[in-house]
Every structure is written in C-alpha cells, then in structure tokens.
C-alpha cells in the first residue's frame, strides 16, 4: 500500500474511513476496511479482502468506498460504508492489470490509473481504466488505453497531484 495515498482514507460525518493492510508472515498481507468514530474507536470493520494481496489504491466517496488489490488479476471492490458499523463488499471486478489511483468521474464512474499486466501479473505498460460502477455488484471496465510497455513511467503513479480531470473541459 502506498502511505503517501491520501484517498485511502477520509471523513465523512462524525466517522473516519481507512482501507490498511495487517500484516501475515505465512499467507501474505490482509486487507480491511476499518470505520471509526469520533473518539478514533472502531465501529465498523470489513476484513481479509483478496488475502496475499496488496492494496494499491482505494477511495472513498460518499457511501461507497472503491479498492484496489493485485498479486496477479486487478479485483476492483466496491464496498458499501453508508452503515458504519457494517461496512459489505457489494460487488467486484477482476482485470488484468492494477490501479495506482482511483479518481471520481461522476457518481457512476471512476477513472483508474496505473499498469497494465500479463496473465501472469508481469507490469507492462501504463493503462487508463474508465469503470461503470451504477451496477455496484457488477463494476464494469468501459474503456481502457494501453500507453507503451515494460519501463514506461508516469509521476501519476506515485502522486496523485500529478493528475489533472477537468470534465468540464472534456472533448466529446
């Protein structure tokens, strides 16, 4: 997971929202979803998600939190927090490739950034995902574009300042 990622974690209301890794020396990372109050107390869990793989990216936004795993396949969860002692995968997708950075199109859509990856979870090239999240127990990948192969680099992968969406100016 990478700490420097501040959409891994927010605020909405009273409650605080995190998606961490716990670390499991014999099956690899756990990945959970903790929900806490305004005292720092845990209310809400969700925990285990894609056991022996690592977070790359999460976001939350409004009652729905987005989190991306990899080892070999992308899963993109979609995760309801709107209870916040109850937080629930709602559905979820599995893609070659992984997600770096999850940013919000509208309130059916997000855009990830990161790498595409073989079958066998090799990194290739930067990719572009627009996912169709409006059927959040099955998130859709609408498009993706391919940039380079092995080696090629973007600053977006390591901060997400260095992506720039401005829908207003998007070309149709």
């Known amino acids: 997971m990478h700490a420097d990622n501040r959409e891994e974690n927010d605020a909405a209301g009273d409650n605080a929202r995190a998606a961490a890794p716990t670390a499991a020396c014999a099956t690899g990372p756990r990945n959970n979803v903790y929900i806490l109050d305004d005292n720092l107390k845990i209310v809400g869990t969700l925990e285990d998600l894609a056991p022996g793989e690592s977070i790359y990216s999460a976001r939350f936004l409004g009652d729905k939190g987005y989190m991306v795993t990899f080892r070999q396949m992308d899963p993109l969860f979609v995760i309801d927090v709107s209870v916040p002692d109850s937080p629930k995968v709602l559905g979820y997708l599995k893609i070659p490739g992984v997600s770096e950075y999850l940013h919000p199109y509208d309130e059916n859509h997000v855009i990830g950034v990161g790498r595409d990856a073989t079958a066998e979870g090799r990194m290739q ?39 720039l969406f401005n829908k207003e100016r998007a070309c149709s």
């Open 125 to 163: 090239g930067l990719k572009l995902s627009l996912f169709d999240v409006s059927d959040v127990a099955n998130p859709k990948e609408l498009s993706k574009y391919i940039i380079g192969n092995q080696g090629t680099y973007s600053e977006a992968l390591n901060d997400h300042k260095s992506f």
